[in-house]
């Protein structure tokens, strides 16, 4: 079978990143930062022999089991899907930050049949992740993958803005899948997409997280069940962050249409942001005025007939073709 059944409550969660761990009560180790492409050098070497090396079984329920090869003839390494037509197929994604180009190696097991999230969309999905440590004795080079999590049957949905960019890019490369509610309050999913991605350290957690240790790249299966569109403005309240949606959903802040919308320090320096309009350093999905003409977009996109927002299809256009919100020269 291939479908899930259980109920869920709709909670937005964050992963969160820590870099420093505790020794011990008096003592707090920071592990030093190694240059980027350094460490990327290392990684891409590591993920690239694990995936020649490897191959996988996908069971009836599309969950999936990485091993290592015994025997050629029958069990093709990962590396090799980068041959196929069909699926399972191994593509990669070129992400330009700190100043590099990483290649992020993910593998399609199924597409799916629903929409793509963006990078900053809600996710339910179940996912097992592990890290990758390799060590060299003697010109042998030994590979050990250690598990650390594993999410069966998620209950919340995952705001992507909030986790590691590994996930924020290969994420966007699936698709949910249908549902259909049950008499009793559970919802099955059917022909959701399934996949792996394999992460360099620089698109992870780098200097480390709790139990993953610093430098080493990561490994997540995962399946997309489905997607939850989000409006990401905030205000900060007596120095706390609260949520101030301007009526736009951050999938209509992609200006660029790519399906993906980037902070300032997730790009490299000197790079445009292609979705910020106003150029204040602030992209659309965040800017609460996002033509800098000091008339909130909220106030720009609303119906005066009936003090709520337009649909995001009816705000209305300017002279220029553009919709009001996004030309500092017109205003409601």
């Known amino acids: 079978m291939n479908k899930i059944k259980y109920s869920f409550i709709v909670i937005i969660t964050v992963l969160s990143i820590i870099s420093c761990s505790k020794k011990d009560d008096d003592e707090v180790v920071v592990t030093p930062t190694k240059p980027y492409d350094e460490q990327y050098a290392i990684d891409s070497a590591n993920i690239e022999e694990y995936l020649k090396t490897n191959y996988i079984t996908v069971d009836a329920d599309y969950n999936v089991t990485f091993s290592k090869i015994t025997d050629p003839a029958t069990q093709p390494s990962i590396w090799s899907y980068q041959e196929n037509t069909g699926f ?3 593509l ?6 700190h100043e590099i180009v990483y290649k992020l190696y993910y ?5 799916g049949v629903g929409e793509n999230p963006m990078n900053v969309d809600g996710v339910l999905a179940s996912y097992s992740g592990d890290y990758l440590t390799s060590t060299t004795t003697d010109n042998v080079l030994t590979q050990t993958t250690t598990h650390f999590e594993t999410v069966l ?3 919340s ?7 590691i960019r590994g996930w924020k890019e290969v994420f966007p490369q699936f698709k949910a899948g249908n549902y259909v509610s049950n008499e009793d309050g559970t919802v099955s999913y059917d022909n959701y997409g399934v996949g792996a991605m394999f992460i360099p350290s620089g698109l992870g957690y780098y200097t480390g997280n709790g139990g993953i240790p610093a430098y080493t790249p990561l490994i997540f299966s995962f399946k997309l069940y489905s997607i939850s569109r989000m ?3 905030y205000s900060i309240l007596n120095q706390t962050v609260v949520p101030d949606p301007d009526g736009v959903l951050s999938m209509h ?3 660029d249409g790519d399906g993906y919308v980037w902070t300032a320090s997730e790009l490299n320096e000197g790079v445009v942001n292609p979705d910020d309009t106003d150029g204040d350093g602030v992209p659309d999905f965040l800017d609460k005025d996002d033509d800098g003409d000091n ?4 106030l720009e996109i609303k119906n005066p007939a009936t003090g709520e927002p337009y649909p995001f299809d009816q705000i209305p256009t300017c002279d220029s073709g553009k919709k009001n919100y996004l030309d500092a020269t017109c205003h409601p």
Do not use: A, S
Request: without cysteine; negative net charge.
């Open 92 to 97: 990669y994604r070129e992400v330009q930050v």
């Open 107 to 111: 593998l399609v097991i199924r597409e």
């Open 153 to 155: 049957y998620p209950n």
């Open 295 to 298: 008339y909130t977009t909220k």
């Open 231 to 233: 409006d990401h403005e």
């Open 253 to 255: 802040e992609d200006i």
């Open 157 to 163: 949905f995952m705001d992507l803005y909030g986790t």
């Open 88 to 90: 399972p197929k191994l």
